[in-house]
């Protein structure tokens, strides 16, 4: 990874000295988030600065057995701690997401604090807002693996102990869907083999993570398949959609619906899959596609949100069969453009 010697310059000249930092990352924090925020949290700290990790709301229930993943403030539940830490700040780092929208209600939080600096750590295209130093790098595959990178330009790689080599490889597996999606580069596999030497148990963390979900689970994931997917465009594209009602009768956990997305490409023909998950007041809207379908710019374009070109996502604030019916339209407008 190619990290400008300029914006290292500028990192470790705002580090000069002790500081207040808090590490922020989206809602709905994934494996990439909370990795990449614990390890650059730790190597932070190792160097005397006072950090705290905040996130929007709850992480997934198959993340909890993370070491370090309790001391992150959950905003929704713990609003008083982390509006101290954001006042209290002399440095905002943003790890994992491109704009500020991406936060929800902690952005309110953060623009009482005017004075500190921002740093964003990010692998989305197009950060939306301005930032007094940018590593924004959309060809890594994991923000982990740029925070991994990030460290090794600071300190050198073999200051990574084994607990920061943990959450990091958290973060670049399920971001690339172990080891599958695209960026895939003999660095990446470099930095793996130095997380590797730190003696984590790669099998361990794999079980940790993909085979630790509940039977309601299992069976929401069967339900949704079978019942719930729908084809278009001659069964190149594909769609779900779930109501709360629906989770409900599943005893559905947040996190519960994470990677049904990605189970339609699995269909050798598919180019492009969403689904359609209903919140209190929104419908959340999840994107994958194959090669050169880009649903970064299809989320955009018609659901108001972003990310990569082959996973992205968005936001609805019309019914479940409304959402669909647009999700039609867009679909055969964006065929007949020649995009799928
Ligand atoms: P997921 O479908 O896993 O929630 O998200 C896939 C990708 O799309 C992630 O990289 C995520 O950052 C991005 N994404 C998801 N929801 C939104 C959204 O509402 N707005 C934007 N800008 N990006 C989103
Ligand atoms: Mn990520």
Redesign the pocket.
């Known amino acids: 990874m190619e990290l400008s010697q300029q914006s290292i310059e500028s990192l470790r000249n705002i580090l000069e000295g002790e500081k207040n930092i808090v590490i922020l990352s989206?809602?709905?924090p994934?494996g990439d988030a909370v990795g990449s925020s614990i390890a650059w949290g730790k190597a932070l700290e190792r160097v005397g600065h006072k950090v705290t990790c905040i996130v929007p709301n709850r992480f997934p229930y198959y993340l909890a057995w993370m070491n370090g993943i309790n001391d992150v403030v959950i905003y929704n539940q713990q609003s008083d701690i982390a509006a101290e830490a954001i006042a209290k700040a002399d440095i905002f780092f943003c790890l994992?997401?491109?704009?500020i929208?991406?936060l929800d209600s902690l952005s309110d939080e953060l623009s009482r604090n005017t004075k500190a600096k921002r740093v964003l750590i990010d692998h989305?295209l197009n950060p939306?807002e301005q930032f007094d130093v940018m590593f924004s790098h959309p060809e890594s595959s994991s923000t982990s693996y740029l925070v991994y990178c990030i460290i090794a330009a600071l300190w050198g790689e073999k200051s990574i102990t084994r607990e920061q080599a943990e959450v990091l490889y958290v973060g670049m597996m399920t971001?690339t869907g172990n080891f599958s999606f695209s960026y895939l580069t003999p660095e990446l596999f470099r930095a793996v083999a130095v997380l590797a030497e730190t003696g984590i148990d790669i099998p361990q963390i794999y079980n940790n993570v993909y085979n630790s979900f509940t039977e309601g689970r299992a069976r929401l994931f069967g339900y949704t398949i079978n019942r719930k997917m729908r084809t278009l465009h001659k069964g190149t594209v594909a769609y779900m959609s779930l109501t709360e009602e629906e989770m409900r009768r599943f005893w559905f956990q947040q996190g519960d619906s994470?990677g049904f997305?990605n189970y339609p490409l699995t269909i050798k023909k598919m180019k492009m899959s969403a689904?359609f998950i209903e919140h209190h007041d929104f419908i959340?809207?999840?994107?994958?596609s194959r090669g050169k379908v880009d649903v970064?710019i299809f989320?955009?374009r018609y659901?108001?949100?972003?990310?990569?070109k082959n996973?992205?996502?968005?936001?609805s604030f019309v019914s479940m069969e409304e959402t669909i019916r647009n999700f039609e339209k867009a679909v055969a407008e964006y065929a007949a453009e020649g995009m799928i």
Do not use: M, Q, W
Request: proline fraction near 0%; aromatic fraction near 6%.
């Open positions: 989206h809602t709905n994934d994992d997401f491109h704009t929208s991406r989305h939306a971001d994470e997305v689904i959340r809207v999840s994107l994958r970064n989320a955009g659901f108001n949100g972003g990310g990569h996973a992205a996502g968005g936001k």
